[in-house]
């Protein structure tokens, strides 16, 4: 599976960025997808994740409310909706996908339950 995404920039707090993540390579309804992120000296961190159906969801504390994770099966692609950012948003996002069925989010929260992982994308959010 090939994963590319898209969309990061340079915003101000209180902005908006979607980010894009399209997938190649393998049947995208057999994939779970999710947002992970890395900050500058630190983990590589869960922020969001989505099931095979886009059905169910789940978010780190620190982004619920303000970001939105959906899938286009049609078209292959992951998306991620940052609203409200802060600066505390910056990091390299990165979209990973994960070989299984499942109809809950909330068990792939670890980095290591993914296959697949993208370049990752640059989000910089200016106070």
């Known amino acids: 599976v090939q994963l590319q995404a898209s969309g990061g920039g340079l915003v101000q707090a209180g902005g908006s960025l979607r980010l894009s993540c399209a997938a190649s390579?393998?049947?995208?309804?057999?994939?779970?997808l999710g947002w992970f992120r890395q900050a500058p000296g630190k983990e590589r961190d869960f922020v969001a994740v989505i099931t095979n159906s886009g059905g169910d969801t789940h978010y780190s504390d620190s982004v619920k409310g303000r970001f939105t994770i959906s899938r286009d099966n049609a078209k292959n692609t992951v998306y991620l909706q940052m609203n409200n950012l802060k600066p505390e948003d910056t990091a390299v996002y990165y979209c990973a996908a994960g070989a299984y069925y499942s109809d809950r989010a909330d068990v792939f929260l670890r980095a290591k339950a993914y296959h697949y992982w993208g370049q990752g994308t640059l989000v910089t959010v200016s106070s």
């Open positions: 390579g393998r049947a995208f309804g057999s994939l779970i």
